[in-house]
């Protein structure tokens, strides 16, 4: 429809568009005589009511596409002149989105004590429930995933590690959630989506593969395991990030000598979620069988001379270049506590990684 057209309105129509505007004026109103206390419930609460009303007036349109549209132009410059900016049409779209995906999350109780009675008793339980985890901000991120699992994994991350709005950005372009999938089974998968991250064995602090593009080094430039181990020192809190919940690090280049001879483990971190070592190498090419050898070696004098009793058994990880799972399979016992992951120093293709965790999952169910 082009801007010089108009679009005219039934008598029952203009009333319903009168009522939401009066309606969605009280209610703001409302929402900011109280919103010093209660700023971020109170904000998603509004946005979650008004996304209601407008669904619900569109709904009633003869022509939803023409009319539809016109509501929210009619209502976004109606508040426009009352509460001045906040209130454009391109928000009052995200906030009809909002709804539409978080529908489910408020009672009709709920949204009639709110946004009807407005009545204040309901934030104490509003807080115990806690139907929204983050802010307005976040939740603008969020609505872009299409896909309800890995939205929901993220929202729930980023409320349990406390992820502003840019590290939520960071780690969805980075694709954690499919590369935490593909180092897990079907059913760890499916938990991703409800619980997030829970880290309770091994395998969940692994990811396919590790994402270094904060190092900001060269995808094909020349470098030793020297400039890749200095490389996360510098930006050893973005690296921690990345590694994921409960790292703690403890040394580079530790020592131990057995017989006479010197050792050194690139990294050591300990995670107090998982109550042990973890030991991280680092390989700048193409993963050998005397690279899992020697990690091998580290991890049973760490289990031996390290460890305390009432700790876990240690984890070694081998970040390489290139890996080779034929390789680890072979010369690894099945109970060995070793793990590789390819580190890839630029953002991996999103879209190359759905499409795998896809045929990935297709695969289990037919297996």
């Keep these: 429809?082009?801007?010089?057209?108009?679009?005219?309105?039934?008598?029952?129509?203009?009333?319903?568009?009168?009522?939401?505007?009066?309606?969605?004026?009280?209610?703001?109103?409302?929402?900011?005589?109280?919103?010093?206390?209660?700023?971020?419930?109170?904000?998603?609460?509004?946005?979650?009511?008004?996304?209601?009303?407008?669904?619900?007036?569109?709904?009633?349109?003869?022509?939803?596409?023409?009319?539809?549209?016109?509501?929210?132009?009619?209502?976004?410059?109606?508040?426009?002149?009352?509460?001045?900016?906040?209130?454009?049409?391109?928000?009052?779209?995200?906030?009809?989105?909002?709804?539409?995906?978080?529908?489910?999350?408020?009672?009709?109780?709920?949204?009639?004590?709110?946004?009807?009675?407005?009545?204040?008793?309901?934030?104490?339980?509003?807080?115990?429930?806690?139907?929204?985890?983050?802010?307005?901000?976040?939740?603008?991120?969020?609505?872009?995933?299409?896909?309800?699992?890995?939205?929901?994994?993220?929202?729930?991350?980023?409320?349990?590690?406390?992820w502003a709005v840019r590290t939520l950005q960071r780690q969805y372009n980075s694709s954690l959630y499919e590369r935490l999938a593909l180092s897990r089974d079907k059913e760890a998968v499916l938990k991703l989506a409800k619980e997030g991250n829970v880290i309770s064995q091994p395998t969940d602090i692994v990811k396919q593969p590790t994402v270094l593009e904060f190092l900001g080094m060269e995808e094909k430039a020349k470098y030793s395991e020297t400039d890749l181990e200095t490389a996360i020192i510098d930006k050893l809190q973005k690296f921690l990030l990345e590694l994921g919940k409960g790292y703690l690090f403890e040394a580079r280049q530790k020592r131990f000598t057995l017989n006479e001879d010197n050792y050194y483990v690139d990294l050591v971190f300990y995670n107090r979620l998982l109550r042990c070592y973890v030991l991280i190498d680092l390989k700048v090419d193409k993963l050998t069988h005397q690279d899992i050898g020697q990690m091998q070696m580290y991890v049973n004098y760490y289990d031996r001379y390290e460890k305390l009793e009432n700790e876990n058994p240690t984890i070694g990880i081998l970040l390489c270049k290139e890996n080779n799972d034929a390789l680890v399979e072979i010369t690894l016992p099945q109970n060995a506590n070793i793990y590789t992951s390819e580190y890839k120093l630029y953002l991996p293709d999103k879209k190359l990684l759905q499409e795998k965790l896809q045929e990935w999952i297709a695969e289990e169910e037919i297996g």
């Excluded at 454009?88 to 009709?108: A, G, M, P």
């Excluded at 709920?110 to 806690?130: N, Y």
């Design 1 to 162: 429809m082009k801007q010089s057209e108009k679009v005219e309105f039934s008598i029952e129509e203009d009333a319903d568009i009168e009522k939401l505007c009066l309606d969605t004026v009280n209610l703001v109103e409302y929402a900011r005589s109280i919103a010093t206390q209660q700023v971020n419930i109170v904000q998603l609460l509004t946005y979650y009511s008004i996304g209601k009303w407008i669904v619900d007036v569109q709904q009633k349109g003869e022509s939803r596409a023409k009319y539809g549209s016109q509501v929210i132009k009619k209502l976004s410059d109606r508040l426009q002149k009352e509460f001045g900016k906040g209130f454009s049409k391109t928000n009052l779209e995200y906030i009809r989105r909002f709804y539409l995906i978080y529908e489910d999350r408020i009672t009709q109780s709920v949204f009639q004590q709110f946004a009807i009675e407005k009545t204040q008793t309901l934030f104490g339980q509003l807080e115990e429930d806690k139907p929204f985890l983050l802010s307005w901000s976040h939740y603008l991120q969020l609505m872009r995933i299409e896909n309800e699992d890995e939205r929901s994994f993220y929202e729930i991350e980023a409320s349990k590690s406390g």
